[in-house]
């Protein structure tokens, strides 16, 4: 069984510290790709990636609400196997009968779900310090439904979800990179 088939069937079974352990090793096994850009290449600890990859398995962003629910599990796959290191052909691997989102190309799904589950994995983080609002700002590259999301401020439990499920992008199929968030941080309040 390839490495690929066999991270894939630990991420199946939910076990993703098996997961985590056994791409370091695939990772070992290749010479380095020098076409590799992804950030998750780097290494980061391995608790920290394990968490970071529960989020990619919560990631279900009503952007891509046209995909069937096997499809966004398929592609949650896909971009758990990217974050552990695999690239090219082996992202495929996961997204047998996967009939995507046209026109967005999968690759373009796998950045708006991994976008979505880092959003989610933000969100957690800064309610946990008690973070209260989030200052919303334009990532330079948004269409004009985002573009109304820019420079504004909301409760954290109100701000609309990342990326946006009103996003144009489906419709005209150019790429918009929305808005993001960055914590207010109110030092009056005490
Ligand atoms: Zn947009």
Partial sequence: MSFVEQVTNFLLAGDIPKAHALS??????????PRRTSPFAINIPADQAIKSLQF????NPKKLSGLSNEDVKK????????????????????LNDFAGLPPLKNQRLRILLSVNAKHLEDTQALKRMGIAKVQSFSSGVCCES???????????EDAPEIPSPDCLELKSGTVCHGVLYKPVINFDDE
């Fill in 24 to 33: 370091e090793e695939y990772q070992k096994s290749k010479p380095v790709d």
């Fill in 56 to 59: 990619v398995f919560k990631a």
């Fill in 75 to 94: 592609l949650q796959l896909s971009v758990a196997l990217q974050r552990l290191g695999f690239y090219g052909a082996d992202l495929d691997y996961p």
């Fill in 146 to 156: 985002c573009a109304k999301l820019a420079d504004r401020q909301f409760n954290i």
